[in-house]
């Protein structure tokens, strides 16, 4: 073998290489296995190495362990209030993130409006789109006081809630607006007449629900049950129109239809990795942070005079990756995901606060488990 210049390489016999380090990876392969590392033209090394034996030949067992995997899972929640929640779950496979993200928007029940029966529309509005309008309200009310309810069920008061809404425009007055607020909840189940009752008949009225008594009175029912939104438009009104009707809600699954969803939104990203290869300073420095439209880096003052680039705020990159864009910036700045730390957000629709709703897809998910721990004994 010889070089450009002709001068010959010497060989080196394969058993005169230096041995690998037993029981631990190398640099690069540890970065490979635990980054994504983004480069200008594309992510690579985006897969998770999950075979135990991938790198048996260094002494590695890259098996799952329970012990190790209870030493790294942690969670910790960076924000929460009554309707959104953002916290970073770590030591976990993208797998399970995506388990439960999709847990939250499908498989949660929440009570959502079902049934509507108009008993009198004379709005520009047909009966169906307010229908539809009305199912999509996210109502505030705890779906685990409730049951499913299925064909053969007769409505009542631990599977059903009744709605009544019942808005008149005068006829000299402005348009009106039909908003949330105007349904009404009926603790006493229905009001309307499922059949005419004949006059002087001793027989029990009957309406679209049986329930043995009021809602109000069950346990578990403290606030009142309305909708999770006050300020919704469902409809609007011109002079001398109206609009009466009464709603039912019932239990479901956002798998089902989307108006169950629990959820705004759920969603997760890998944690950013910033890394300065070099110390970058000057006007090298300046020009690193006008590259980032997010304001990743910063500038730092060096003690004795001159200014370095300081990777300041990595948690809000978007990989847009104009840092590392032409010039060689990849031989400078570094970008890269870490595959095991989930920056996960979640964002209630009002029915239950985003820290229940996900303690209870944690529920969901322990059940699965155990469904499939029983079928395998």
């Not at 990876?25 to 970065?31: A, D, G, K, N, T």
């Not at 797998?95 to 029940?109: G, M, S, Y």
């Not at 109000?216 to 009466?244: C, H, T, V, Y």
């Amino acid at each position: 073998m010889a070089d450009v210049k002709g001068q010959k390489t010497p060989k080196i016999p394969v058993w005169d290489l230096p041995d690998v380090p037993k029981g631990v990876l190398p640099s690069h392969i540890e970065l490979q296995r635990t980054r994504v590392l983004c480069t200008s033209a594309a992510p690579t090394y985006t897969e998770s190495v999950q075979y135990s034996g991938a790198y048996a030949s260094m002494g590695v067992d890259n098996s799952l362990s329970f012990a190790q995997f209870k030493k790294n899972f942690k969670v910790d929640i960076i924000s929460l209030d009554e309707d959104d929640m953002e916290f970073d779950m770590i030591g976990i496979d993208a797998a399970i993130a995506n388990a439960f993200r999709r847990i939250l928007i499908a498989e949660l029940p929440t009570m959502a409006i079902q049934s509507v029966f108009i008993a009198n529309n004379t709005s520009v509005i047909p009966d169906e789109s307010i229908a539809h309008r009305l199912g999509l309200v996210p109502l505030k009310i705890d779906p685990r006081l409730f049951d499913y309810i299925s064909e053969n069920d007769e409505p009542n008061e631990k599977n059903t809630i009744v709605f009544k809404l019942h808005v008149r425009c005068g006829k000299k007055g402005p348009r009106l607006s039909v908003k949330s607020n105007e349904l009404k909840w009926l603790p006493n189940g229905s009001e309307l007449l499922l059949d005419e009752s004949t006059p002087g008949s001793s027989s029990k009225v009957r309406t679209r629900t049986s329930f043995s008594r009021s809602q109000d009175s069950l346990p578990g029912f403290k606030d009142p049950i309305g909708p999770g939104n006050n300020d919704i438009l469902i409809a609007r009104l011109g002079p001398g129109q109206e609009i009466e009707l009464e709603a039912h809600a019932n239990k479901g699954i956002g798998r089902t239809h989307a108006k169950w969803s629990p959820v705004a939104t759920a969603w997760y990203r890998m944690l950013p990795e910033i890394v300065l290869l070099e110390e970058i300073k000057g006007d090298k420095a300046e020009e690193l942070v006008k590259k980032c439209p997010i304001k990743v880096f910063d500038i730092e003052d060096i003690p004795g005079g001159g200014r370095k680039a300081t990777v300041a705020r990595p948690r809000a990159c978007t990989l847009c990756r104009e840092c590392i864009r032409g010039d060689d910036w990849e031989k400078l700045v570094a970008v890269r995901r870490v595959k095991d730390h989930f920056i996960f957000r979640v964002e209630s629709t009002g029915a239950l606060p985003p820290d229940v709703l996900f303690t209870e897809a944690v529920k969901i998910l322990e059940q699965k488990c155990e469904r499939v721990i029983a079928e395998l004994c």
